[in-house]
């Protein structure tokens, strides 16, 4: 049995911005607050290794997780948020043409709309995040803490759910209402896949915990 704690990176800068967010938009006062409070709940959880995300945000928060538990940190571009179109970086989010272009790649995010410039689509995200599962069920740690992004979370959930032949008319309801507070956690458990004579084939991810923030008061 394997057991992935999944933390989303502390308040960044693009969080509470009124342009959409750059990939290296480092955290804010509050956002170092807040990973100094995950840092020291992770304390009292049985990690053997702490896997980051490269983006800044995600890389600062597990840096101070790992200050606290004294676990090297990992990074790893599997981890990264989903990618938006560069012509939407550094845009104020009020501006019409950048809703517009945002609009498009939502429907890309969703699977009802082709890819939008050099953003990541649906089918982009789904495959990154079944090598992201293969990667975390085949390491050889029973405890492992990943820091990583709100958006991309719901993906690495929907897949362990729905498995790698997830359909976007699955994903879209959990797209849009699956939400995380930052360094909320949420936990899910991998066993191998194996079959049941009484309840069939076996699910090998379970969802545990969705965004608890208990830390945070």
């Known amino acids: 049995m394997k057991t992935v704690y999944f933390v989303r990176h502390g308040q960044s800068e693009g969080n509470v911005g009124s342009v ?36 800044p945000r995600a890389a600062d928060t597990a840096q101070i997780i790992s200050e606290n538990t004294k676990h090297e940190v990992e990074f790893s571009d599997l981890f990264r948020e989903r990618k938006k179109p560069r012509s939407l970086e550094g845009k104020f989010h009020n501006d019409a043409e950048a809703r517009k272009i945002n609009e498009a790649w939502w429907n890309s995010l969703a699977g009802s709309g082709p890819r939008v410039e050099d953003g990541e689509s649906f089918d982009d995200l789904r495959d990154r995040a079944g090598k992201a599962l293969a990667f975390l069920s085949n390491r050889a740690e029973d405890n492992l803490l990943v820091v990583t992004h709100g958006f991309f979370l719901r993906y690495l959930v929907a897949s362990a759910i729905f498995g790698e032949h997830m359909q976007s008319i699955q994903f879209q309801p959990l797209m849009r209402t699956l939400r995380t507070e930052n360094t909320g956690v949420t936990v899910l458990r991998y066993d191998s896949p194996r079959f049941s004579e009484e309840i069939g084939p076996h699910v090998p991810w379970v969802l545990v915990t969705w965004n608890d923030h208990a830390h945070l008061g």
């Not at 170092?32 to 053997?48: G, V």
């Open 20 to 55: 959409f967010q750059h990939a290296d938009s480092p955290l804010t006062a509050k956002g170092i607050k807040q990973a100094e409070f995950i840092a020291e709940r992770c304390t009292r959880l049985p990690i053997d290794v702490i896997i980051s995300s490269t983006q």
